[in-house]
């Protein structure tokens, strides 16, 4: 193919100018600042890791996966998620921390998708994983931080909606017991909310009339605690009934966390089902199509680290919330400090001083004193001016004697 | 090869726990917001970028690019420094705003290096561009700026040594007219700091042997502004002398900037000469055997992105100055809160207040009344204690029938 031109940069990737920089800045930091006062810790992993470690561990299916080869020939992939480096590091530099181990991040991670989808090719998280509490309080704890730290990042209004894998697991291994490709067909159309999809092949299926009308029942099982009940009525499976009682459980949680406003129960809530061991949960802005976050709890993935453990957590998909949150109020402006050449050491020295007092100061040798005396003009037009693209709120002028 | 283990991270990259991160962290903001405060707006650029574009353009040699294909098979570098994808982000998205543009960054980058060699293979650099002055001011605002970074990091001890690859080219062009091959030599060894290298090529020139001690004579050409006049004397190139003179009047600049006692001229600097058209300089903390930051002017590179345009700019090397600054003062301990279920929405509620006036909470339901008691003995018996691996500075139990 034909080179790439100057200007261009690799599909599905982005540039961020300064006036997104800040706002993703202010929500990388009020959202680690929150998880910092839940007792989350900061850790930082590398962008590379090997594909026969984390790459293979990770929820992300192979053919999404950047992958590269380093000089011995050993396959490279750039991070997909940050929930497999977390479990690198819990099983190897954090092996001797006692659980639970409460860890938080901020990373870009990235996706390898057909170049003509229109999907981002990278894109920043900020999650927590709580490691090594198998309880519901940790479910619970994990949701409700979830919700603290969407308003933590500007987000007004919202919905997580939770389901448990075990429940669809119980219910389907019940119905259609040793059916694995019906079972997986019907999950994966849950998985995309597909429901049209999902009553069609419930309807081609060769099954014991109630049992469908069981499986169609689910896909209103969704609201608050009667759902809890409901389900219970639904299903007669083990699998299926404890985890109904581990979400009911999650939900008297929440109820003490005083969040009950911000959640729903949802059972066809099923995440990536060969990843997630237990609840699953998804939130929904309100104004946008797509989830804002997303986590769950995941039982066996640490094992495969060595240190076989318990896990939960959630990512908030930072990039997306940029879209949704409101403007940061403009901070004061920035000042012009113009100077005469002998007026040098002055002008610098007034700068440092306003700096110090967290002022943003701009500096300028005028040798041309119409330049200055212009300048002057467009300051005092207004109580903001332009200059050389800049915007600032103030200018002070040094002629040759001094401030003027 | 074999599979790597479990535990294994790629060669030259690194896991950061919180105790590191909450330091490199705490560097990343104060230096972004020195910047901030001199009028240079963050932008962030993504990790992968075109070989032939921001690739090829980069100060990097080629077989250190890290490289992979895309799925249309066109060749991609993980970025190998800042400055240039900057630079194609102002002759792109940037390119309608006047100059000069002030753009500061903080980012990973990356090199691919013989594996044994034992160098970082991803780490992070946090810098500034100031695009379109090509005047001295701009060059010396460059290097103050670079002082004052390096101050918010924390680098409590370090010189700036600067020269200008102008007195280089102009007095080898002088002195060994034509022949490019042993000029190139002898810069090279001036890079690399090797000035045994540099007198034994000198020694085995066939030359004038005034001429001979002038080039041998660069190597004492460090200090204050005498240094200036010493070169004047020196050479009578039209290149090196004009080089001189911009080199006089960064001088001047950073006097009245009051920071002399930081910086000193030194002829012998080159930086990567292929890149670097002007001043160039490094930072050396007292206690580190390799330069903390390095920057200089590049005019030349933003006309390969469809702007031409003068240039300076430099990057501190932020993971190494993690390593030369001192520890954090420990914040205030986290606060440790135990509740029986009964007491589960008293405790949660308080946790909430306490996060909301900035302090650490970390909650945990206590069924076994023993273990509250417990803790309540080893709370008692310091001021800090732990508590499955995590350090506490206070506990509040709360018990069946409220707050203990």
């Known amino acids: 193919m034909s080179k790439p031109k100057g200007f261009e940069k690799p599909i599905g990737v982005k540039d961020y100018l300064p006036h997104a920089v800040s706002k993703l800045r202010h929500i990388e930091r009020s959202v680690l600042e929150c998880m910092h006062r839940w007792g989350y810790d900061q850790i930082m992993t590398p962008t590379m890791e090997y594909y026969d470690t984390v790459g293979v561990a990770s929820a992300t299916s192979d053919q999404k996966l950047f992958k590269l080869l380093n000089q011995r020939g050993t396959t490279i992939v750039l991070r997909s998620d940050m929930t497999a480096p977390i479990a690198r590091v819990v099983g190897s530099l954090l092996k001797e921390q006692p659980f639970p181990l409460r860890l938080s991040y901020h990373g870009n991670v990235f996706r ?7 999907r981002e090719a990278e894109f920043f998280q900020t999650g927590v994983e709580l490691v090594g509490d198998p309880s519901p309080e940790a479910d619970a704890e994990i949701i409700a931080l979830a919700i603290a730290s969407l308003q933590a990042a500007g987000v007004r209004s919202f919905k997580i909606a939770f389901g448990h894998v075990g429940f669809l697991n119980g219910l389907f291994q019940e119905t259609l017991p040793g059916r694995e490709a019906e079972q997986e067909a019907l999950k994966a159309c849950l998985l995309q909310r597909d429901h049209v999809g999902y009553r069609h092949i419930l309807r081609s299926l060769d099954m014991d009339e109630s049992q469908r009308a069981e499986l169609e029942g689910i896909l209103r099982l969704r609201g608050g605690q009667e759902v809890c009940e409901q389900a219970m009525q639904l299903s007669g499976s083990d699998g299926a009934r404890a985890a109904i009682r581990h979400l009911c459980e999650i939900w008297d949680v929440l109820e003490a966390y005083g969040v009950q406003e911000h959640v729903l129960i949802d059972l066809t809530m099923i995440g990536d089902f060969s990843y997630y061991t237990g609840m699953t949960f998804e939130g929904y802005a309100s104004n946008l199509g797509f ?3 997303s986590g769950g709890r995941y039982d066996n993935l640490l094992a495969q680290f060595g240190r076989p453990a318990a896990a939960t957590g959630f990512a908030l998909k930072t990039t997306r919330i940029l879209e949704v949150v409101e403007e940061e109020p403009a901070a004061a402006g920035k000042t012009l400090i113009v100077y005469a050449p002998a007026a040098r050491g002055q002008a610098l020295a007034s700068a440092e001083r306003l700096r110090g007092e967290g002022r943003v100061v701009v500096t300028e040798m005028a040798a041309d004193p119409e ?7 467009a300051a005092a037009a ?23």
Not at 112 to 118: I, K, L, T, V
Not at 371 to 377: G, S, T, Y
Not at 386 to 395: A, I, K, P
């Open 112 to 118: 390898a998708f057909e170049e003509d989808a229109g």
């Open 291 to 293: 989830p804002v976050c």
């Open 371 to 377: 330049l200055a005396a212009e300048l002057r003009k």
């Open 382 to 404: 207004g109580s903001v001016f332009s200059h050389r693209g800049t915007e600032y709120g103030e200018m002070i002028v040094f002629g040759e004697g001094g401030r003027v």
